[in-house]
């Protein structure tokens, strides 16, 4: 047992020397959304859907760092409110439709990210502000913000 405990420590002390991946990318464009929604996606999404990442002291601590950069990756390549400039309108549409969807089912923000930001869960208020935000006639593309 004592030697299968010293395995686990090096390994554990040995894997902190893994390069992990923790850039945030220039800014080339950022969604508009009135302040109170934009609020809201500062709040509960752009750790994962933006070069905005804040990258918490638990980011640097091999395993969990493997998974944040991972979901980050992950969560950039779905979905990316700093570079919204590359997706044409009918694929902005697709992602607005697919952000109501995903918080009306409470599948986002992801429950383990909530647990250590419980201030990113949404109530049922934001995520009505989420969706009226979305709905048809929106005026969400009228005057985009650079960076």
Known sequence: MKK???LLVIVLIGIQFIPVERTNPTV???INAPENVASILRTSCYDCHS???EWPWYSYIAPVSFMVAGDVEDGRKRLNFSE???YDGSKRQKLLEEIVEE???EE???TMYTFT???AKLDP?????IKDWVKPGSSYEKSPRYK
Do not use: A, F, Q, S
Request: aromatic letters at 12%; a negative charge.
């Open 4 to 6: 299968l405990l010293g």
């Open 125 to 129: 208020y934001r995520i009505n502000l």
């Open 117 to 119: 930001h419980p201030n």
């Open 108 to 110: 986002m923000p992801l």
């Open 84 to 86: 919204w400039d590359k």
């Open 28 to 30: 080339t464009w950022d």
């Open 103 to 105: 918080v009306e089912k």
């Open 51 to 53: 070069n905005e990442t």
